[in-house]
């Protein structure tokens, strides 16, 4: 080991060994004798032999250790500060440095020091606008993480395969549509008992409304009690949502009908209230209630069926984008098929809708036929002011929003091999102002073909599709596998490209081997210098992709993209819904302009994803944290415009019956309260009660029935 020093520094070490040191002049003399002696492994003074080599290894511990300490106090709390100092060998904090030592010792401390706080400060500097850049996009997933959680947390759902969630809601569908039919029957008949006299239609003496009232009444709560037992389970579930403060639409339906049976049975017994009661009419009820319960049945079945066609299904998300504000329907690989179960579980939008009509309506009719009984001053009529107010804030059109709307759009859809994830679902996909558009979405499987391949500059055809098949394929375009299969009947043997880069004039560019390869539209090839022309051919547009290798053209690949009247009546079909198709393709000659022009749409009705970012549009981690609206079992731009199609019909639908019913049930309410209110219990018999609930159920018939029609 051989290190050179100067007299200074030779100086500091002897005296901090405790050396004399000799005067300047002295030691100039002295220096043509030190040097030989500084070659030396060993020196002497006063006696003693020292090894050079050991003293610098002594001095440079003694930094080290300073460094370590200066280290430990930089990272140390300052609680520990003062054990480590007290912990420090006494050896240390008394051996003997010179002033110049000292010097160079906290100059080289300092500067390591500074060093080691600076590499910190700087990848702080470096990582914070990362930072910045990644805690908007994770603030806006926690609260879609969190919401989503609660949700589950909130809905108990229970679930089963898809097969057997099919079986069962097809065999309780025909379970109730089975027993519809005898509760139709005996409202059809106490109906007829109950307006036959007004009517002066035929109609047995003994059980007359006129010659004996109490038979008649006990005769119509014969026929409710039978009703309410066939329908037991939708009777059922009313009461016990009514218990447990879940009151719905059931519960309205369960409710009337108790109430009618108690205004009869307080007429047989007492004699009170000593009017026709409306028990035909809350027979009737009830059959809408089952019927509604058979369609819904018989609606999810069918999406069940839909879910089982395919093992990992496409399913559609509605997406509010936090970087353009654009809602997008986009469409993603379903990871896990419960997600879909899980939702078409969840309670829909009419559901939610009554957990808060009908608790009102319930204590509206309780509060109003106290207060009219207690005005009057008559006690004998607050059951029938009960059942009165409660069967009309029970229109039909509340209790038949969904369930049948919901089988139309469900039958239609399976037909296509899709499927909504109910109501709620139906309204998502319908807030929903643009739907993003893939390559194989326009252009499906044999709708493109290989018109002709021309080489230029002595290039082979071969060579030609081999470079276009490794530039295209490494971005992962779909007619790069159309000219896979074509350089596999030349067997041609495939190229690998690297270094794959995408342009937003409409080309690629890469490299093989050694040459530089560009990929692209005869716009990119103008803007290199090389305009060229695509010709035109009705609504076939017949377009090339030029190749130019090391800066010269080596030919062009003519395409024939193929118009099909599904993916028009698609495209159109969106447009009317005020949905713009957005094109998120890889393909770089599909354009806005190009399709505008194949489907004959108007300029301004196709959008277009950022080319940067049709990566991260098409991806799955697109959606994450977003529900699934709907599936696709067959993926394709028409099944998908139909899922757009049925969820804009029947959010309609739910909306236009919601809204016919809760105000056909609040002015009925009111109208009641105030003829009760005038003592004109005659004004409210059951036949204008009955015209009354059919006159607001005709629009929503029209309604739901608009349901059926497609594309």
């Known amino acids: 080991m051989s290190n050179k020093f100067d007299t200074a520094e030779l100086n500091d070490i002897r005296k901090l060994l405790g050396e004399d040191v000799p005067e300047p002049k002295s030691q100039v003399k002295a220096e043509p004798a030190a040097a030989p002696q500084a070659q030396a492994s060993r020196n002497t003074s006063g006696g003693r032999t020292f090894n050079l080599d050991d003293i610098l290894a002594e001095v440079s511990g003694v930094v080290d250790e300073a460094n370590a300490e200066h280290a430990a106090h930089a990272t140390t709390p300052p609680q520990f500060a003062s054990k480590q100092q007290a912990a420090r060998p006494a050896a240390q904090s008394s051996a003997p440095r010179t002033a110049s030592g000292m010097q160079q010792q906290e100059i080289r401390v300092q500067r390591k020091s500074a060093q080691q706080a600076a590499q910190p400060a700087q990848a702080e500097q470096e990582g914070e606008p990362v930072r910045a850049q990644q805690r908007p996009a994770a603030q806006q997933q926690m609260p879609r993480q969190a919401a989503r959680m609660r949700d589950e947390d909130e809905d108990d759902v229970e679930l089963i395969e898809p097969s057997k969630a099919m079986v069962l809601n097809n065999r309780r569908s025909k379970n109730l549509g089975r027993r519809a039919i005898p509760v139709l029957i005996l409202g059809l008949i106490a109906l007829y008992l109950t307006m036959a006299e007004s009517l002066a239609l035929p109609m ?201 709307a919901y089988y139309h759009v469900s039958r239609r859809l399976l037909s296509e091999g899709a499927a909504l994830a109910g109501g709620q679902a139906a309204f998502r996909v319908r807030k929903a102002r643009r739907a993003v558009i893939q390559d194989t979405d326009l252009f499906p499987g044999g709708t493109v073909t290989i018109t002709e391949v021309r080489a230029h500059s002595g290039y082979t055809p071969e060579k030609l599709l081999s470079y276009a098949v490794a530039v295209t394929d490494g971005y992962d375009m779909e007619i790069g596998k159309l000219l896979a299969e074509a350089l596999r009947e030349q067997y041609g043997r495939p190229a690998r490209a690297t270094n794959i880069k995408v342009y937003d004039m409409g080309g690629l560019s890469g490299e093989i081997g050694a040459d530089t390869v560009l990929v692209g539209t005869a716009a990119y090839m103008a803007r290199m210098g090389m305009p060229v022309q695509e010709p ?37 079909a969106l447009i009317r819904l005020k949905v713009m198709p957005e094109l998120a393709t890889r393909d770089f000659n599909i354009s806005p302009e190009m399709v505008q022009k194949m489907f004959e749409t108007r300029r301004g009705r196709i959008g ?96 739901t029935f608009h349901t059926r029609k497609g594309l």
């Open 204 to 404: 047995p003496s003994l059980i007359s409304f006129a010659s004996n009232p109490r038979l008649f009444m006990l005769v119509q709560v014969g026929f409710e009690i039978i009703a309410m037992l066939i329908g037991i389970d939708v009777v059922g579930s009313g009461f016990y949502n009514l218990v447990t403060g879940k009151a719905d639409r059931a519960s309205l339906v369960a409710i009337a009908n108790m109430a009618t049976i108690l205004h009869c049975m307080s007429f047989i017994i007492g004699g009170w209230a000593g009017v026709l009661p409306y028990s035909s009419i809350c027979i009737l009820l009830l059959y809408a209630a089952i019927r509604e319960e058979k369609n819904r049945c018989a609606g999810r079945a069918r999406a069940y069926k839909a879910l089982t066609l395919h093992e990992n299904p496409m399913g559609v998300y509605y997406h509010h984008d936090s970087n353009d504000h654009a809602r997008r329907t986009v469409k993603s690989r379903l990871g896990d098929r419960t997600e879909f179960q899980r939702e078409l579980e969840r309670p829909d939008a009419t559901e939610r809708f009554a957990k808060v009509y009908a608790p009102i309506m319930l204590a509206a009719c309780i509060v109003l036929s106290v207060v009219v009984s207690l005005v009057r001053q008559d006690i004998s009529y607050f059951f029938w002011n009960l059942s009165a107010m409660l069967t009309i804030v029970s229109p039909l059109p509340i209790l038949c929003a969904f369930g049948r």
């Open 536 to 572: 035109k051919k009705g609504r076939d547009v017949e377009t090339g992709v030029y190749v130019v290798i090391n800066g010269q053209p080596a030919g062009v690949i003519q395409l024939t993209y193929h118009s099909n009247a599904q993916t028009f009546s698609a495209l159109q």
């Open 608 to 703: 277009e994803v950022a080319s940067d970012r049709v990566a991260a549009v098409t991806s799955s981690a697109y959606t994450m944290g977003d529900r699934v609206c709907a599936i696709l079992s067959r993926d394709g731009i028409v099944p998908f415009a139909q899922v757009h199609q049925s969820a804009d019909k029947l959010s309609g639908a739910m909306r236009s019956n919601l809204i016919l019913g809760a105000v056909g049930g609040i002015c009925g309410l009111l109208l009641m309260f105030y003829l009760a209110f005038t003592g004109h219990p005659e004004a409210v018999t059951p036949r204008n009660v009955l015209l009354y609930l059919i006159l607001w159920y005709i629009p929503s018939f029209f309604v």
